[in-house]
């Protein structure tokens, strides 16, 4: 383990010797996890199940990267291996099963609010408020009403904010840009953020290079969408495809929705830029580093390869971190294409 990272882990506050460990964050409003091992004469005396976990990386850190609770414990010959889960992981597998779903009806309802007064709204109807904070959930780019259109019938929490924020697409910059949510920690509490998603153009927080702090690369080639289809309101629609396109990386089919697209000429330009967006973030990678392991989701990052057609700036979307004996972090980056949230969870499933 590196003399930069003591971790530590604590139970309902408390802090407990582990053998060893495992963090894991996929981003993209997935549960993380925590998985560690605690001797078998702390874990097996004690009723472990729902209680609250805080995994911090150094000793000294007053915010941890993981909050959670636990979820299954798995009694060995000496040890116990516990499995918590984050707010994400809660609200669809934690306690009351309809804790995390509310009825939404003409008279109950969200409408009129915007994403961020809504989510805050839901979030006190499905009485999570003990678990998950919105002090510091800000609101989408641009603000839109959760009322266009009205959402109906028993809806879970994760539903309504997908729903929601997949309705806001900035179009202010050169390509458009969804909005998305994530859940950070503000060091007593889970708190619902929502943000526009970073641009690649913005200024990278850190840097990796294959020459200095990365260990293994893993590079994806992402599909590009050469025939393109986006259905508006009121059942309008317009299609892009490209010829060319489709000789070089052949017939690959996607459909979007977006609901701001009043006629088919809105819709097809909308395609249009979905493909140029596409077309020039092909590639993801997995890669082993040395260090990043406080990077969160959303930040951009820049990777130096010796193959230069790699280079360039990235989102991360994940990470990982083992911990015991040894030390390793994995992270998560790609060039997303900045269309809509719909995509991306078609994408990424």
């Known amino acids: 383990m590196t003399r930069l990272h003591t971790p530590r882990i604590c139970i309902e506050g408390s802090e407990v010797s582990f053998i060893s460990g495992k963090y894991n964050n996929n ?5 993380s996890q925590l998985s560690f091992n605690v001797p078998l004469t ?3 005396l004690k009723k472990l199940w729902n209680k609250e976990v805080t995994f911090f990386l150094s ?3 007053s915010i941890p990267i993981f909050r959670g609770w636990i979820k299954r414990t798995q009694i060995t010959l000496n040890q116990v291996n516990i499995i918590a889960q984050d707010i994400i992981g809660y609200m669809l597998l934690g306690g009351d099963s309809s804790e995390a779903k509310i009825p939404l009806t003409d008279t109950i309802n969200l409408d009129g609010l915007t994403v961020g007064g809504a989510m805050k709204e839901a979030i006190r109807m499905a009485n999570l408020e003990s678990k998950l904070g919105t002090d510091m959930i800000g609101d989408t ?21 997908k729903q929601l924020t997949s309705r806001a697409i900035d179009r202010s910059g050169t390509l458009p840009r969804p909005n998305i949510a994530r859940v950070v920690d503000d060091g007593s509490k889970s708190q619902l953020v929502i943000e526009l998603e970073s641009s690649l153009d913005g200024n990278p927080v850190h840097t990796f290079s294959e020459n200095k702090n990365i260990t293994s690369v893993n590079i994806i080639n992402r599909k590009v969408p050469t025939i393109v289809v986006v259905n508006g309101a009121n059942g309008v629609k317009g299609e892009y495809k490209h010829d060319s396109a489709m000789a070089a990386y052949d017939r690959n089919f996607l459909e979007v929705s977006n609901d701001s697209l009043k006629s088919p000429a809105e819709c097809k330009d909308f395609a249009y830029e979905i ?9 993801e990678y997995a890669i082993k580093v040395t260090d990043g392991a406080f990077l969160s989701e959303n930040d951009i990052i820049r990777v130096e390869t010796d193959k230069k057609e790699f280079n360039g700036n990235y989102r991360v ?13 994995g992270v998560t980056l790609n060039r997303k294409p900045p269309t809509l949230a719909q995509y991306i969870k078609r994408q990424d499933s």
């Not at 981003?27 to 549960?31: D, E, K, S």
């Not at 493909?275 to 590639?283: D, G, I």
């Not at 979307?317 to 972090?329: L, P, T």
């Open 27 to 31: 981003g993209n409003l997935t549960a």
């Open 42 to 44: 702390y874990g097996g």
């Open 59 to 61: 000793e000294h850190d």
């Open 141 to 161: 780019t641009p603000h839109i009403s959760s009322s266009r259109p009205p959402l109906r019938g028993t809806l879970s929490i994760l539903d309504i904010l």
């Open 275 to 283: 493909f140029k967006a596409n077309l020039h973030v092909q590639y």
């Open 317 to 329: 979307i994940g990470k990982m971190v083992d911990f015991g004996s040894s030390f390793s972090i």
